[in-house]
């Protein structure tokens, strides 16, 4: 399956054998000591550098379930009448084709899949930019895509990439989209970055996106074992990116509220009274009883 696809998801592959998700990994991590494919979170792809990049093709069969939920997340983040910047990728073409159910839209891109799929939209219009194609991703890049997008304006940019770390943020394998890419940042208000949980933690060579410029995080839940993903979503939404977790589907997924109750939070949460602490005090002061009365209290509490 890595050989045809160039990657594949743990999930999907214990999916196709029939077997759980801990023995996948136990096989995969076998087939790495043999030279036989390289392992990243989540998933397992052919061997290569710190640079490589799988095409097109190959990325689309990965975490299918997950993008379909962070699109229809990320979807509802944009308003009628709004104006955006939609990155190339997989996922954000994902995002445009529910983008094109929003009246008087105008996406600004630099992706021909992200065109293609709002091309038929009524009252969405779409803005391209310029450049050279390239043909692994369908993205326009180089400097003509740069200079079409200066003195641009909008109020989010939806982003996508190769991995996603909080030391370094969004990540990319190619310098070129990377640079594409740091300009639509610069044209957008908010930066809004979709990645599956098999990106978390993945860190790969050029910088797109900093940390600190990362607004939100639209994510899938990542699976109980995943503690790797868990750590890397804490230590963005330390960083004040706000986490946002999109089911997809499997068991123990949340919906669009943000992280579920197991995994920490940015907000800081409200005091709680627990079990054994301390207890809120009455502010109204009662008498103490007297007589007859204060023999039958006296009585029960004895009891």
């Known amino acids: 399956m890595v050989r045809a696809n160039g990657a594949v998801s743990l999930r999907e592959l214990a999916r196709v054998v029939q077997t759980s998700e801990v023995t996948v990994r136990r096989d995969v991590r ?12 989540g998933g397992a792809v052919l061997p290569g550098g710190f640079t490589r990049e799988s095409g ?4 689309s069969h990965l975490a299918t379930a997950e993008k379909t939920a962070i699109a229809d997340v990320a979807a509802g983040l944009v308003e009628e009448g709004e104006a ?22 105008t996406v600004v891109t630099n992706s021909l899949l992200v065109a293609q799929a709002l091309a038929h939209a009524n009252r969405v219009e779409v803005v391209m930019t310029g450049g050279t194609l390239r043909g692994s991703n369908y993205a326009l890049v180089g400097s ?21 770390t909080a030391e370094r943020g969004l990540s990319t394998s190619n310098m070129l989209s990377a640079s594409v890419d740091r300009a639509l940042v610069q044209a957008a208000a908010e930066v809004v970055v979709l990645a599956d949980h098999t990106k978390l933690g993945t860190d790969t060579m050029f910088q797109t996106v900093p940390t600190d410029v990362i607004t939100r995080l639209v994510t899938d839940e990542p699976p109980p074992h995943d503690d790797r993903a868990a750590t890397e979503l804490q230590a963005l939404a330390d960083q004040g990116v706000q986490i946002t977790v999109a089911g997809a589907g499997h068991p123990g997924a949340a919906g669009a509220e943000g992280l579920p109750p197991r995994r920490p939070r940015r907000e800081s949460p409200l005091p709680v009274q627990r079990r054994g ?27």
């Open 30 to 41: 076998a087939l790495e000591a043999e030279g036989l494919l390289d392992r990243r979170h």
């Open 56 to 59: 097109f093709p190959q990325k």
């Open 84 to 105: 955006v910047v939609v990155g190339a990728g997989t996922t954000t073409q994902e995002l445009a084709r529910r983008l094109a159910r929003v009246p008087g839209l």
């Open 144 to 164: 003509g895509a740069e200079q079409s997008l200066q003195g641009l304006r909008v109020s989010r940019a939806f982003l996508s990439g190769s991995g996603l």
């Open 277 to 303: 602490g301390p207890q809120l005090r009455s502010a109204v002061s009662l008498p103490e009883p007297s007589g007859p009365d204060r023999a039958r209290v006296a009585d029960l509490r004895r009891r």
